[in-house]
Structure formats: structure tokens, C-alpha cells
């Protein structure tokens, strides 16, 4: 098997791209004339104004912020975020979809979409004459310019979740062959070095999927250490100031142990491999201790005896050491 395993053959790439109006200007005589009755420096004072209130904006921007959560929790990163000349943002991360989720990935994807565009509706577009009219005053006739017609502003708005085929980069070669692609008639020397540099962007790329795996794992792993380290027993009352793990977390880190299976699925990684099996072990221990319950093992593990507690650290650093090389990888896929 090649060192990129399955990867092409068993995900999907997307990513979502949303352009929203921007409703926070700033206002420099504002800010200056505020430092002057405050007796601040000019050159250390700011100022801005929200053209809309701030829960119109938080209502409207809470439906994107789902989605990106969503796919965050759901996908693999595939790239970084692209930025322009400015190190200004102009388009969104890609990301690795299993084909064994899309349907669900499509329905709440769509249920974002319809809650933006709904909330968009009831918020804004039904009451932008109003807010046009009562900006004269409440603004004293300031920023003007932005309160455009309606048309124009639903023109500002846009929302597109994309889905592609993932292609290797040979295949994307064969294909411009067969094709014919121009490109591809340089000389021989300059299409092998493209195909290298190519080659190693797609590298790079597979690299940052195993390290943020490994991130997760060892993120997760490092907050449930902490809250373990931070616990101090408390006779008669052992509710107050209990810093260890909750059901939840316990859940989240097997999550993150069956997020590495799917991943494993299409690129065989032993690191990883091996934190997902201590994970699982971890977990099923902490259920022994409760009986099958998560909740109950937080009760017993907050007795004044440290042992357990000890224990159950030892094990969450060897889970820790073993998702640590798979953090960097590059050099396993590089040719």
C-alpha cells in the first residue's frame, strides 16, 4: 500500500464559504473627542459603533458559528485557512468528509442553512425599514451610506456548502492527460518538479489530518490531567470544588478514540492506533470502577484515598506519550 493508504478512496473534501454584511464600523472622532473628555491620549483611544444591535447580529452569526462547530467535530482538516495579500481571511478551511455520513452531514448542513436564512428573514430583511429609520437618529445621522436598499443588502448574504471528490495528486495528472491539459506539454524537467512540490503540499496536508488527531487526543488527555491535579478532597461535603472529569468528558475522549478508528480506516497509523486502545481500556476501567456508570465512578474516584486517582493519571500520560508522535508525521509522507 502506498504511504497515503486510502485515504483518496474513502473521503469526500468540503468546506463552507458565508458572506455577511459587517456591522461594526469604527469611528475615529469618536474616539478622539472620548480621550479628549477622558483626558486619554488620542493616539491610544478607539472607538466603534454596531450599525444593528448586537443580538440582531449574534442571532444571525449563531447559525454559522453551528455549522463550522459541526464540521469541526465531524470532519478531518484538510487545509489551512486561505488569506489574502493583507493576511485578511477570503475563504474557509477544507475539510475530509466520510462518505458514511454524508446524508446526515447534508441534513444538518441544510438545517443551518435554512436557520440562517430564516433568522436573516425575521430579523433583518422584515425590519430593515425600520432599522434604516431609526438609524438617522440613533446614529445622529452618521454611516448613512451603509442603511442600502433591501435588495442590495440581501446581495451581501450568501451561504454554500460545497462537497468535491478528494483526487490524489497522480490521478489529477492522468486525468489531464487523458484530457490533453497544455499544461502538461513544458518540459518534462518542469512538470516533474511541479508534481513534486504538488506532491508535497498533498503530504503536508495528510500530516495535518494524523497531527490534529493527535492534538485532540493529547488536548483532551491534558484538561482531564489538570482537572484530576486540581482536585482536592473535601470531608462531609465532596461536591464542593470537584475538579475531576464528568460523564462527559470521559465521553469525549472515547469520541476522539472513534474518530481515530474511522481515520485508521483509510491510513493505517500505529501511534494513533495505540492511544485509541488505551483510550478504550481507560474507559472501560472507569465504568468498572462505577459499576457501568460513568457518574457513579466520579463518586468513587473522590474518596480521600489517591490511589485510584493515581492510577487513572499514570494511565492518561502513557495515553498522552503514545499520540505524541503521530503529532508530526510529514516526513512519513513525504516521497
Not at 191 to 214: C, D, F, L, P
Not at 283 to 304: C, P, Q, T, W, Y
Request: one cysteine or more.
Amino acid at each position: 500500500m502506498s504511504k497515503t493508504g486510502r485515504v483518496f478512496e474513502h473521503y469526500l473534501k468540503t468546506g463552507l464559504h458565508v458572506t455577511k454584511e459587517g456591522w461594526n464600523k469604527s469611528w475615529k472622532d469618536l474616539a478622539h473627542e472620548g480621550a479628549r473628555a477622558k483626558g486619554v491620549d488620542e493616539d491610544r483611544a478607539s472607538a466603534s459603533v454596531k450599525l444593528i444591535k448586537q443580538s440582531t447580529q449574534n442571532k444571525i452569526s449563531n447559525w454559522e458559528a453551528q455549522a463550522r462547530r459541526y464540521i469541526r467535530e465531524n470532519c478531518h482538516i484538510w487545509t489551512d485557512v486561505r488569506t489574502n495579500s493583507n493576511g485578511g481571511r477570503i475563504g474557509g478551511s477544507e475539510y475530509l468528509l466520510d462518505p458514511k455520513i454524508l446524508v446526515e452531514f447534508e441534513e444538518n448542513m441544510t438545517r443551518f442553512e435554512e436557520g440562517f436564512w430564516d433568522t436573516l428573514n425575521t430579523e433583518l430583511f422584515k425590519n430593515w425599514e425600520q432599522i434604516c429609520s431609526d438609524a438617522v437618529s440613533d446614529l445622529n445621522d452618521n454611516f448613512q451610506k451603509y442603511f442600502i436598499p433591501l435588495e442590495e443588502l440581501r446581495e451581501k448574504f450568501s451561504w454554500n456548502c460545497w462537497i468535491t471528490p478528494l483526487w490524489d495528486v497522480e490521478d489529477r495528472i492522468a486525468m489531464r492527460r487523458n484530457e490533453k491539459d497544455s499544461r502538461l506539454t513544458a518540459p518534462q524537467e518542469i512538470i516533474e518538479r511541479a508534481m513534486k512540490q504538488e506532491s508535497a503540499m498533498q503530504a503536508q496536508k495528510i500530516s495535518n489530518v494524523v497531527g490534529s488527531i493527535a492534538d485532540s487526543v493529547m488536548s483532551e488527555v491534558h484538561g482531564i490531567v489538570d482537572k484530576i491535579d486540581a482536585y482536592t478532597f473535601n470531608e462531609g461535603d465532596n461536591r464542593k470544588g470537584n475538579s475531576l472529569p464528568k460523564q462527559k468528558g470521559w465521553e469525549r475522549l472515547e469520541e476522539i478514540a472513534n474518530r481515530i478508528d474511522t481515520w485508521t480506516r483509510a491510513l493505517a497509523d500505529e501511534d494513533l492506533t495505540d492511544a485509541a486502545n488505551q483510550i478504550r481500556e481507560l474507559v472501560a476501567d472507569i465504568k468498572h470502577l462505577g459499576n457501568g456508570s460513568l457518574a457513579d465512578a466520579r463518586n468513587i474516584l473522590s474518596g480521600e484515598d489517591d490511589t485510584q486517582r493515581r492510577e487513572v493519571r499514570d494511565k492518561l500520560s502513557d495515553i498522552h506519550k503514545a499520540a505524541a508522535p503521530a503529532a508530526d508525521k510529514l516526513s512519513d509522507f513525504l516521497s
